[in-house]
Antibody
Framework: QVQLEQSGAEVKKPGASVKVSCKTS????????INWVRQDTGQGLEWMGW????????GYVKKFQGRVTMTRNMSTSTAYMELRSLKFEDTAVYYC????????????WGQGTLVTVSS | QSVLTQPPSVSGAPGQRVIISCAGS?????????VHWYQQLPGTAPKLLIY???NRPSGVPDRFSGSKSGTSAFLAISGLRAEDEADYHC???????????FGGGTKLTVL
């Protein structure tokens, strides 16, 4: 079965960087884009960008450009999202999600990674 | 401020039918892009509930249905059950932003 397993919670200081991993299984990793979505505590979902595992091509929301990098490791079928220059308002749960290119929806999600930015 | 607009909360008694709206614009829902719905139970990740406006993934009960009209989409839940209490999020594509957009989420309370 399709699974996306994310790394554990992180606590970071303002200005630091965080790198969240998303290990996939149960499907051919190169065949589906991985997207990243974040959620403030109790708030709505915010789309951050996408990565094509096959080509490594990426696309980021303008708000995060210059601070985010999405990468992958083909040998372990793992996607990564690094966010730099962290601010207090980056405190959120970060999700990876598999993108279904047929309907443009997110058909499977990781369990989420809480990133807390605190001094 | 979310691109798609949902009511913050809705409620209904067990057995009743509720409808959650998702209002967009001419650059997303009104441009013909599909709408998808996600159910997020407390403390868990979102789960795909409806895709392509009105399709249910395997395992989703037919009590859940979706529709789209003009610049809005709707999620209907009939025969409400206590386990339906969750947050519901709509999602589409926006051509002006060249990416996915979400609604702010709607909290469903089963009275």
């Amino acid at each position: 079965q399709v699974q996306l397993e994310q790394s554990g919670a992180e606590v970071k200081k303002p200005g630091a960087s965080v790198k969240v991993s998303c290990k996939t299984s149960g499907y051919p990793f190169p065949s589906y884009d991985i997207n990243w979505v974040r959620q403030d505590t109790g708030q709505g979902l915010e789309w951050m960008g996408w990565m094509n595992p096959n080509s490594g091509e990426t696309g980021y929301v303008k708000k995060f450009q210059g601070r985010v990098t999405m990468t992958r490791n083909m040998s372990t079928s793992t996607a990564y999202m690094e966010l730099r220059s962290l601010k207090f308002e980056d405190t959120a749960v970060y999700y990876c999600a598999r993108y279904n290119g047929n309907f443009w929806d997110f058909d499977f999600w990781g369990q989420g990674t809480l990133v807390t930015v605190s001094s | 401020q979310s691109v798609l607009t949902q009511p913050p909360s809705v409620s209904g008694a067990p057995g009743q039918r509720v409808i959650i709206s998702c209002a967009g614009s001419s650059s997303n829902i009104g441009a013909g892009y599909d709408v998808h719905w996600y159910q997020q139970l407390p403390g868990t990740a979102p789960k795909l509930l409806i895709y392509g406006n009105n399709n249910r993934p395997s395992g989703v009960p037919d009590r859940f249905s979706g529709s789209k009209s003009g610049t809005s989409a709707f999620l209907a839940i009939s025969g409400l059950r206590a386990e339906d209490e969750a947050d519901y999020h709509c999602q589409s594509y926006d051509r002006r932003l060249s990416g996915s957009v979400f609604g702010g989420g709607t909290k469903l309370t089963v009275l």
